[in-house]
């Protein structure tokens, strides 16, 4: 599969715990995003890195979040001192900016449940 | 600040019939267009990317179009089937600074057989 990849599917976690989630993108896609999706509602944009330098932070990621992208390949994204509003869909995305084109490809994304 | 808004928020319709699914944005400084479809508890699967440039996008049952200067989007789903249902979800690349995506709420559809 060359798609997007995201691990784990699923995480329960109990609230005050660190969590960790990987992404892998499509290899040769120079841009990755992570989203965070609640129920009924659109994804939001949480994080951006061109290669392994992280663009932009959007205010909804809290000094709890720290997102990396080693050598430009795999991204993580760690929630410490996790809180039950926490609770949501994490979606990874990547794109290979190229001209006028920058479609981006989304992972299946991980499911976290803080109980 | 960009918004994006889709209507209607549900739609429910029997096998066969064609329908259209609306996207509208506040602010028409935009990069692109891109029409997902989610199934539940799923990722996003890209069904259509429309540049600022062009007015429509098509692929099979599938055409999506932009008006740009109204800030608008249709995604048009012709012959229907129980296969298709799941949420549509429209999203812009805002033309300033860097490039994420501002999506809409989504309409979630129902084909009935």
């Known amino acids: 599969d060359t798609g997007v990849s995201q691990d784990p599917r699923h995480k329960i976690t109990k609230r005050g715990q660190n969590v960790t989630f990987r992404c892998d993108p499509i290899?040769?896609?120079?841009?990755l995003y992570w989203y965070r999706q609640t129920l009924g509602q659109g994804p939001e944009f949480l994080t951006y890195?061109?290669?392994?330098?992280?663009?932009?932070k959007s205010r909804l990621l809290s000094d709890r979040f720290s997102a990396e992208r080693p050598k430009g390949s795999f991204s993580t994204l760690e929630i410490q001192r996790t809180e039950q509003g926490d609770s949501a869909m994490y979606l990874c995305?990547?794109?290979?900016?190229?001209?006028?084109?920058?479609?981006?490809?989304f992972g299946q994304g991980t499911r976290l449940t803080v109980v | 600040k960009q918004e994006v808004t889709q209507i209607p928020a549900a739609l429910s319709v029997p096998e066969g019939e064609n329908l259209v699914l609306n996207c509208s944005f506040t602010?028409?400084?935009?990069?692109?267009l891109q029409w997902f479809r989610q199934d539940p508890g799923k990722g996003l699967t890209s069904l259509l990317l429309?540049?600022?440039?062009?007015r429509e996008q098509t692929s099979g049952r599938l055409n999506a179009s932009l008006d740009k200067s109204s800030g608008r989007s249709t995604l048009y789903i012709a012959a229907s089937q129980p296969g298709d249902s799941a949420t549509y979800l429209c999203?812009?690349?805002?033309?300033?600074?860097?490039?994420?995506?501002?999506f809409g709420t989504g309409t979630r559809l129902l084909v009935s057989p």
């Open positions: 429309i540049q600022s440039s062009q």
């Open positions: 602010d028409s400084a935009i990069y692109n």
């Open positions: 290899s040769e896609h120079n841009r």
């Open positions: 890195f061109q290669n392994e330098a992280q663009l932009e």
């Open positions: 999203a812009v690349t805002p033309n300033t600074g860097f490039q994420k995506l501002v």
């Open positions: 995305a990547s794109s290979l900016v190229s001209g006028m084109n920058t479609e981006a490809f």
